[in-house]
């Protein structure tokens, strides 16, 4: 049962080199959080990635929804992403033919550890993505995610599309290092992560389908093994304090499922 693994043995399960560095970077920090820095400017993704650095496992990017993100703010962001032990996730969600998402993916591939991508054009976008990595220097230690499953409110992802979607995971083991789902029985195999967006303590949802859960939810019964959390730490008044507290009460979930 993948809930009662810990982080510790199911790395060994990793078929994929950044879900083993994901593994170890969580068990180092006692961290399975993931921030969603959605911000209007470079210099803001810069500030808020040093404010929550220290408290994550994952920084993870829309860089279109950034105003002037420049290839200094990718180095910037790999500077913060070395010191503070986290790896960046570019959630650009590729969706398309597997040589178009070729040359878009190596747009970001240079500075992303991980990606995500839809699955619904076929499995191809895995080496698709692959490709792109594999220009890059230490291109065999990026990993996909691919969305099985969304948290916004009438989406059309049924279970079925899910279940095809974490075959693959099955099928690219060493480039597929997670899926993006909300619910805990998609995930495949031991070795693979689940990362599920929708969290926050103030609020049930937003004016535009966003559906919120507790981290105690999430993780102990959705299955989140990274739980992402925006607005709920990168719209507060006091984004470090507000980071550290979603760190400990993700964590003690993790703990809590394990017990
Ligand atoms: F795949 C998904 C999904 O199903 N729901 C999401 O919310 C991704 N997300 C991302 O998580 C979304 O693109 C945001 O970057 C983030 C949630 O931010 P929030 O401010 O916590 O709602």
Excluded at 199 to 209: C, F, M
């Amino acid at each position: 049962d993948r809930l009662k693994l810990s982080f510790e043995k199911r790395k060994q399960f990793a078929k994929s080199a950044a879900a083993a560095s994901l593994f170890d970077i969580m068990v180092a920090k006692n961290s399975n959080l993931c921030v969603a820095a959605d911000v209007p400017t470079a210099e803001k993704l810069l500030e808020i990635t040093k404010l929550v650095g220290p408290y994550i496992c994952v920084l993870k990017t829309h860089h279109d929804i950034v105003d002037n993100f420049t290839d200094d703010t990718a180095v910037e962001l790999q500077k913060l992403a070395k010191k503070f032990n986290f790896l960046i996730m570019e959630d650009r969600k590729f969706a398309e033919i597997g040589s178009i998402a070729l040359k878009q993916a190596s747009k970001v591939a240079g500075w992303a550890d991980l990606v995500t991508a839809h699955s619904n054009a076929g499995p191809d976008i895995v080496p698709a993505l692959r490709s792109a990595f594999s220009t890059c220097p230490e291109g065999d230690k990026k990993g996909v995610f691919l969305v099985a499953e969304m948290s916004s409110k009438g989406n059309l992802h049924s279970p079925e599309y899910a279940k095809a979607t974490a075959n693959m995971a099955i099928l690219y083991p060493e480039v597929v290092s997670g899926l993006v789902c909300q619910s805990p029985s998609v995930v495949p195999s031991l070795g693979v992560l689940q990362l599920t967006p929708g969290v926050n303590l103030e609020t049930k949802g937003d004016s535009l389908g966003q559906q919120y859960n507790t981290p105690e939810v999430v993780v102990g019964e959705k299955g989140a093994d990274i739980a992402v959390v925006g607005r709920g730490i990168v719209s507060v008044s006091d984004p470090a304090a507000a980071a550290q507290k979603y760190q400990t009460l993700l964590w003690q979930a993790y703990l809590n499922r394990l017990a």
